[in-house]
């Protein structure tokens, strides 16, 4: 652990990030921005915050390095194997029992903090084994989003290593995945035509309305409480009626969304809008 000698200039540390790369630190947890601006003064062999805000002012490089280690993420397909069976064997038939009734054709899917694209992949390949391969006569629309532009860059090229499929099942890997290279897998174009990727900021960008699935998982995990109350609350509020809200594993509801959405399965943290 480093020693900083400067403490008392963590807040105006945290005022020169979020105006030079854009990034509301007043939105996470201080925790969660000293551990990361933490590891970039051991790279820079810096243990001041006034030094390394003076190295923000003058190192595009460097501001790049930090953007990077703020929104960091690891992920795989597939992650959490419990919560995907789940989805493809109650979530989707319970919903598109909903959609029927209706008469609603569409099924919009929100995939918040997409990272490099593993999470929207494995919900289109979910949609086709739970609907079929003609997607039930439905009309699929995958939104995936993240703050990160270079994060989905990497998310449209769509190529990924082995290790990102340990937990996928090895019949989904051979049905929906084509090998480029060894070592390097490509998804098929049924499932790439489904998803849309775009930059979004959920702390200050207008959300979009009518989602019958947003999934948030592990991206608040970092947030004030505040923040996650806002996040919750905005949630229920973009989804349709009958719609799904789906969390990380270890987070739980705050504030009046707490109350508003309905369980459906609390371990998997999968709740609903009446």
């Avoid at 989003?145 to 990497?154: A, F, G, V, Y």
Wanted: charged letters at 30%; aromatic letters at 12%; hydrophobic letters at 35%.
């Amino acid at each position: 652990m480093i020693r900083i000698k400067d403490s008392e200039d963590f807040p105006r540390l945290k005022e020169v990030i979020t105006r030079l790369l854009g990034f509301d630190c007043s939105q996470y947890s201080n925790s969660f921005i000293g551990r990361r601006v933490e590891t970039r003064l051991f790279a820079n062999d810096l243990d001041s915050y006034a030094e390394y805000a003076k190295l923000l002012e003058r190192d595009v490089g460097e501001r790049e390095r930090l953007r990077k280690e703020l929104t960091i993420h690891t992920t795989n397909l597939y992650r959490d194997p419990e919560m995907w069976n789940l989805f493809i064997d109650e979530v989707v038939p319970t919903l598109v029992k909903v959609k029927r009734e209706a008469r609603d054709t569409t099924l919009k899917v929100w995939s918040v903090g997409c990272s490099t694209g593993e999470e929207p992949l494995t919900v289109a390949l979910c949609l086709y084994e739970a609907l079929g391969p003609r997607l039930g006569g439905f009309s699929i629309q995958i939104l995936a989003t993240d703050i990160d532009e270079e994060t989905l860059r990497k998310a449209r090229e769509a190529l990924y290593e082995e290790l990102q499929f340990r937990e996928l099942p090895e019949a989904y890997k051979e049905r929906y995945f084509s090998q480029v290279r060894p070592g390097l897998f490509r998804p098929s174009e049924d499932l790439l035509r489904l998803i849309t990727y775009q930059t979004h900021d959920i702390h200050c960008a207008v959300w979009p309305k009518r989602m019958d699935i947003i999934l948030c998982r592990n991206t608040v995990i970092y947030f004030g409480q505040e923040s996650k109350r806002r996040v919750y609350e905005r949630a229920f509020d973009s989804l349709n009626p009958g719609g799904f809200f789906i969390m990380g594993k270890t987070e739980t509801l705050l504030g009046p969304a707490s109350d508003r959405f309905q369980i459906f399965n609390v371990r998997e943290r999968v709740f609903f809008r009446e």
